[in-house]
């Protein structure tokens, strides 16, 4: 994980460079929120 | 009244509440404790506390049984009358509206999170928990969750490149393992990102590893092999939980043990 933390900000980079908007990008909060039981789109199965 | 004085206020008359939770007392009987009248103790309570006595108690009993439903093996039937509701179907009708699922669904689902929205940061905390933060936060979930969920974002980002694009070299590269993987291209970099999760989920389920992927594939279709990454995520909490032995983890078990995928990981793969 410590690795790929590292590739994902160099893809973020390069992705940038490209001019792709990747505004908030990372931002943990977004992700805690997606998590939260009043955000869920119930998923039972796992593929 | 300053804001230490308003402060204490509000934990004294927040108290009241909560050390109600398991009686059938009603607002009259908790202003009674506060020494003031039903209307001066509401009134005061909502400028305070930032919400009314008895939606605080209301959901402060839906938090309760939450954590009832995914701590303990109590019958939803015993968890309602415990969280004073009347009947089962009264019951289902107010956790569904406050937690969109039902609660067995939400069972099923052994979501660590019970807590409801609430401005005053007022929530039922389980026994044996601090007050002063959540401290059975599972860390590993959550860095693999995140870590997948990143990953997944990337892959959508990159989607939108054209083929050019994806094999341009990058003008800044680090290499983290040089004798093992090139990453000279965005292209190398998400396949090298994905590649580690499939060998990690491969040696951590004792599942073959697919070598036959192409070498050259578009981030679109490594967004429809968003199974493995998330399996990943799975793996590792299978592993970390008191309720998957280690030595028997199977990739069919795996999903019985495991919390909700987030929203974006639920959501249809981009094809």
Redesign the interface.
């Given at each position: 994980?410590t690795?790929?933390?590292?590739?994902?900000l160099?893809?973020?980079?390069?992705?940038r460079?490209?001019g792709?908007q990747?505004e908030s990008?990372?931002d943990?909060m977004e992700?805690e929120e997606?998590?939260?039981?009043?955000?869920?789109?119930?998923?039972?199965?796992?593929? | 009244m300053n804001k230490a004085d308003g402060q204490n206020t509000a934990d004294r008359l927040s108290a009241i509440v909560t050390n109600s939770l398991d009686t059938q007392a009603k607002t009259q009987d908790l202003a009674r404790q506060a020494y003031q009248s039903r209307t001066q103790f509401h009134r005061l309570f909502r400028t305070v506390v930032e919400e009314t006595p008895a939606a605080m108690r209301r959901r402060l009993l839906l938090e309760r049984a939450?954590y009832q439903l995914g701590h303990t093996g109590t019958s939803v039937t015993d968890i309602a009358l415990d969280a004073n509701y009347g009947s089962l179907e009264a019951f289902t009708r107010a956790f569904r509206k406050?937690?969109?699922?039902s609660p067995s669904?939400?069972r099923?689902?052994r979501?660590p999170?019970?807590h409801?929205?609430a401005s005053n940061k007022i929530h039922f905390f389980a026994p044996g928990s601090s007050t002063q933060g959540g401290k059975d936060m599972d860390l590993f979930d959550r860095?693999?969750?995140?870590?997948s969920?990143?990953?997944q974002?990337?892959l959508e980002?990159?989607s939108?490149?054209t083929e050019g694009?994806l094999d341009?070299p990058?003008?800044?590269?680090?290499e983290?393992?040089p004798w093992r993987e090139s990453?000279k291209t965005?292209r190398q970099?998400?396949e090298?990102?994905i590649f580690?999760?499939e060998v990690w989920t491969a040696a951590l389920s004792g599942a073959d590893m697919d070598m036959n992927l192409p070498n050259r594939s578009a981030p679109r279709k490594r967004c429809c092999k968003?199974?493995k990454r998330?399996?990943l995520h799975?793996i590792i909490f299978s592993v970390t939980s008191e309720t998957a032995p280690a030595g028997m983890i199977r990739s069919s078990t795996?999903?019985a043990n495991?919390r909700?995928?987030?929203?974006?990981?639920?959501?249809s793969p981009i094809s």
């Open positions: 994980m690795f790929n933390a590292h590739r994902r160099m893809a973020l980079e390069a992705l460079q490209l792709v990747t990008f990372g943990p992700y997606t998590v939260a039981p009043w955000n869920q789109r119930v998923a039972l199965k796992m593929p | 939450a406050a937690f969109r699922t669904i939400y099923r689902m979501d999170h019970f409801l929205p860095f693999a969750g995140n870590d969920w990143h990953t974002r990337l980002y990159a939108t490149l694009q341009r990058l003008p800044t590269v680090v983290l393992l990453n965005l970099l998400l090298n990102i580690t999760k968003g199974s998330r399996m799975c795996l999903c495991r909700r995928p987030s929203r974006t990981e639920a959501s």
